[in-house]
């Protein structure tokens, strides 16, 4: 997914702000990257499995916390 085309769905009803925008602009390479890193190390969630999906859930975060510490990606 491009800037643009997450920002056209961030945009669906009309409420992202011009202080959002700028966000996304300043900060897209940083948490783009961050994001598809994060998607390559997350485990399978199963066909309908609560403890894998949760496991996945924990992997992602534990992963953003990995990335705060040694990036020095921000929380926002």
Same mark, same amino acid.
């Given at each position: 997914m491009d800037k643009d085309q997450f920002v056209a769905i961030l945009n669906r009803n009309g409420t992202l702000h011009d202080k959002d925008l700028e966000g996304i602009e300043f900060n897209w390479r940083a948490e783009n990257e961050a994001a598809l890193s994060v998607s390559a190390a997350m485990p399978g969630i199963g066909f309908l499995s609560?403890?894998? %999906?949760?496991?996945?859930?924990?992997?992602?975060? %534990?992963h953003f916390d990995k990335l705060i510490d040694e990036r020095g990606l921000t929380e926002e």
């Open positions: 609560v403890k894998q %999906r949760l496991n996945a859930f924990f992997a992602a975060c %534990r």
